[in-house]
Nanobody, 120 residues
Framework: EVQLVESGGGLVQAGGSLRLSCAAS????????IGWFRQAPGKEREGVSC????????YYADSVKGRFTISGDNAKNTVYLQMNSLKPDDTALYYC?????????????WGQGTQVTVSS
């Protein structure tokens, strides 16, 4: 069974840190781009950061640049999102996504999300 499982969310004070994990089972990250998205109540889902398992290239939304760091461990089939200097505006449900084209077949997987709450 293909699964993405996020963990590491929680309640933290502004200025604090959390590290989110996204672990895959049923497939390997080797050919995928892995992204973190978030959705706050009443807002649309937005992209936060992503990493290419092939090239190692990374991308960050302007709102998190300099505060968040995405990294991957292909041996553990896990991607991490280190979040520092957290702000109340970072409060959201954080989702992990794995996306790839292998041959002419598209693959797109989502986790169930992990809640991050930043108190002021």
């Amino acid at each position: 069974e293909v699964q993405l499982v996020e963990s590491g969310g929680g309640l933290v004070q502004a200025g604090g840190s959390l590290r989110l994990s996204c672990a895959a089972s049923g497939f390997t990250f080797d050919d995928y781009a892995i992204g973190w998205f978030r959705q706050a109540p009443g807002k649309e889902r937005e992209g936060v950061s992503c990493i290419s398992s092939i090239h190692g290239s990374t991308y960050y939304a302007d709102s998190v640049k300099g505060r968040f760091t995405i990294s991957g461990d292909n041996a553990k089939n896990t991607v991490y999102l280190q979040m520092n200097s957290l702000k109340p505006d970072d409060t959201a449900l954080y989702y992990c996504n794995a996306n790839a084209w292998i041959g002419f077949v598209g693959y797109d997987y989502w986790g169930q999300g992990t809640q991050v709450t930043v108190s002021s």
